[in-house]
């Protein structure tokens, strides 16, 4: 093993870097712009030209640096080829042979999400644990799975793509994938504010969210919080199902933590405690007691785990 | 890489031994009884014994065998340790350890249900995938996950308990784990059974299955098959809860291949047909296509998962 490897995490409008140890010691992080113009062709090669100038900033030797890992939002299969990118522009393009050749640096890429949760598998919140999930509760609703180690990313690269668990077979609303019924309607932050519309206009009961203009993720959670009757029962609805979901995940890969991270996980403890509430409830006798923690990494979950692809 | 492996599958009454060549030839095959009483003290050593001769039989050089893997019904830890295999009258026993004592062979230990699906990926209906799910529908519903060709075996041991999936929170029937609304309850030998009954309570309509004294799994199937009208809504019900659980699973690690085995699969063709209707209406797009397909090894699945292990 060398001394050191770099960990990129590509969003649609910057890139994270950071250069680690081996040892998983965060030395230098910073962010270059992602240029997404002309199909996103530079972006590989800005990831390249930003990590060479640090290796000379640093008066790095190449010899010393295991190799630099990726992460994209995009389905990536186990090649490290990312299908389609849709918010890089990217149609097929082998990542990690780009990468490698651009950098002369053994390279390996994964889904955002997966290395998110592998960063939080080795250095955060799941530290030390083998197998773990990660559901990530944004805009929409991510994951990762982790077994022995390493990041399942499954045969078309769907691996972990757990907000897109169908847990509601009488839905009549359509998720983005197509589908009806998916976990992403019910627990991401738009989902959220879809059950909070719905269970307002099914009673005329007062509520502090009577009073916006327009309910976001964020004021469901916070009337939650504050004991506001209405916000209670959706957030009961919406920790039924995840709760009941993350359950059905133990069945299959019985993890030894589950995390939860993005921006509605923002919550706190309460939406951990109402979540492991209905988990308990609907988990196998051998999982009940498995922990159900925050992440820890925040934004750096990303870099963090794509560091460790590549060790 | 040796010559010889051995794979043994302890069951309730009969112990099922195989012994292979390492790639995979199965060279002989017996059956010996699995002596139960006095806490089932005796199994490990008569299947040391069993193993013994058989070598002696053959005039084997021990030096020749890559080791011996070991089916157990009942949770399995990584290290090869059964908690509490009830059908054996075992309390804790460190199945590996205390078999590799009695041989002198290298020995691995596995769940029943995580090691047949790791025989149906070596060299059965699963062949050449690196990830599959398989799910066992008998008189409950088991199953085993492998991932990048190993079995999930859990850090509780439960990788793969996918009967114990709770995919129906209204459910007011109790599951014989404790949970209300496992996926057992539904698509088991017994689960069908008990759909059967619901069905042909709630209607009047005509029913070939009216015509029976007690309806097993079997009448069920054979009606659907049939076109019974009754039969094919009662299998419908079944096909759906059993499709998007599949499709769940398949979000979690997306499989190559999906197989279906147990004593219930015996319907064959119109079962798969029926479950991947709805797998295919349930799956996140990318799955939508993962294979359904048969178990192809029957009994023999244990011994070729089991020998599989070791190598």
């Not at 820890?296 to 692809?309: C, F, K, P, Q, T």
């Amino acid at each position: 093993m060398g001394l050191y490897c770099f960990g990129i995490d590509v969003g649609g409008t910057t890139v994270k870097c950071g250069l680690f140890q081996t040892d998983g010691t965060l030395l230098d992080k910073w962010e270059i712009p992602t240029r997404t113009e002309n199909c996103g062709e530079n972006i590989l090669p800005d990831v390249a030209k930003t990590i060479e100038e640090k290796i000379q900033e640093r008066k790095l030797n190449k010899a010393d640096i295991d190799g630099v890992g990726i992460g994209i939002p995009g389905p990536i299969n186990e090649n490290g080829d990312a299908a389609c990118a849709v918010n890089l522009y990217w149609g097929f393009k082998p990542v990690a042979k780009e990468l490698s050749e651009l950098t002369g640096l053994s390279a390996k890429a994964g889904n955002d999400a997966n290395v998110a949760a592998l960063g939080e598998a080795w250095k955060g919140a799941a530290e030390g644990s083998k197998n773990m999930v990660m559901v990530t509760l944004g805009t929409g609703v991510g994951g990762g799975i982790i077994v022995d180690g390493k990041i399942v990313s499954g045969h078309h690269g769907a691996g972990g793509e757990v907000g897109h668990a169908n847990i509601n077979h009488e839905e009549t609303e359509s998720c983005n994938c197509g589908n009806k019924g998916c976990l992403e309607q019910v627990a991401s932050a738009t989902g959220i504010v879809r059950m909070a519309k719905k269970e307002l206009e099914a009673s005329d009961d007062t509520s502090v969210l009577r009073e916006k203009t327009e309910i976001s993720a964020k004021d469901v959670l916070d009337a939650f919080k504050d004991g506001d009757a209405a916000a209670v029962r959706i957030m009961e609805k919406v920790g039924d199902q995840l709760g009941g979901a993350l359950a059905i995940f133990s069945c299959v890969i019985d993890p030894e933590t589950i995390v939860v991270g993005g921006g509605v996980s923002k919550a706190g403890q309460p939406l951990i405690d109402l979540i492991q509430k209905y988990y308990k409830k609907y988990a196998f006798s051998l999982c009940k007691d498995t922990p159900i923690v925050l992440a820890s990494l925040g934004n750096d979950a990303g870099i963090y785990g794509a560091a460790r692809m590549v060790l």
